[in-house]
């Protein structure tokens, strides 16, 4: 196992990395993360959607949804909330501000199309209508619930959930094999769920779906495209950025990185 000093400097090169692919290479591997992310929300809903006692529901989501980032790091891909760890790379003077701002929209976007497409696809392959409609009420249910939060509770809830998932991700990074990083990154992705905290990429399908799905039944629940954008989806990235940024990348430079002679 990589000690926490040794992940450091990996997420130096790692950062450096990523945020010096070729656009369209990084595009592709975003919308691919952003389809792993939102499969593994539509397991998450799937496995609890029965289940009436509200704490057992929670755990079996949490214990299926770490799938997503688990493709994510095993399989390959570009994922924005996990990305925010580049920061630690700008600092550490391995790559730019410009650079790392570049990454992050090009794979915020494709994270985008990854994860609507997933969601259009549940709704246009009639997935939700499994288990008499079941799955379709807790779609729905679960974008109104997302969307009903203020914007500084979105925020907050964003910062939580990055927090947890950037830590996931260097715990897997402290891991030398598969089974490692994966058994590394499932309990932060674990207790993010479990707790109900906000992740932007996981967002553009839970809320999505919501859409799609309350068309389909023929009742919108308030559930509108600027609602998603505007009252979940930018507070909830600009929560995962600080999360993900500066409670992780941040801190983690300043305990393992600064001042210390780079090669």
Not at 9 to 30: D, Q, T, V, W, Y
Request: proline fraction near 2%; aromatic fraction near 12%; glycine fraction near 14%.
């Amino acid at each position: 196992m990589n000690s926490p000093k040794e992940v450091a400097n990996h997420c130096l090169e790692i950062g450096k990395n990523k945020a010096s692919l070729p656009a369209g290479r990084m595009f592709l591997l975003a919308v691919l993360a952003g389809m792993f992310i939102a499969l593994g929300a539509v397991g998450a809903n799937t496995v609890s959607c029965l289940m009436e006692n509200g704490s057992a529901a929670k755990i079996a989501a949490g214990v299926i949804f770490p799938a997503g980032l688990a493709m994510v790091v095993i399989a390959g891909g570009e994922l924005f909330t996990g990305n925010c760890l580049i920061l630690l790379s700008v600092l550490g003077k391995r790559t730019s501000a410009e650079k790392m701002l570049r990454n992050w929209i090009i794979v915020y976007l494709g994270n985008f199309v990854g994860a609507i497409f997933v969601a259009w696809g549940v709704y246009a392959g009639g997935q939700t209508q499994l288990f008499q409609g079941a799955l379709l009420e807790l779609t729905i249910q679960t974008a109104v619930t997302k969307c009903g939060h203020t914007f500084g509770e979105a925020l907050l809830l964003g910062v939580f959930c990055n927090f947890l998932v950037c830590i996931a991700v260097w715990m897997g990074f402290a891991g030398k094999t598969a089974v490692d990083k994966i058994v590394g990154l499932f309990f932060p992705i674990f207790l993010f769920v479990a707790s109900g905290y906000e992740h932007s990429v996981a967002n553009m399908y839970y809320i999505p779906a919501g859409i799609f799905s309350a068309g389909e039944a023929g009742q919108s629940m308030g559930l509108t495209w600027s609602g998603f954008l505007f009252s979940n989806l930018l507070p909830v990235t600009i929560g995962n950025i600080l999360g993900g940024a500066l409670l992780v990348a941040g801190i983690y430079y300043l305990v393992y990185i600064k001042g210390e002679s780079q090669t």
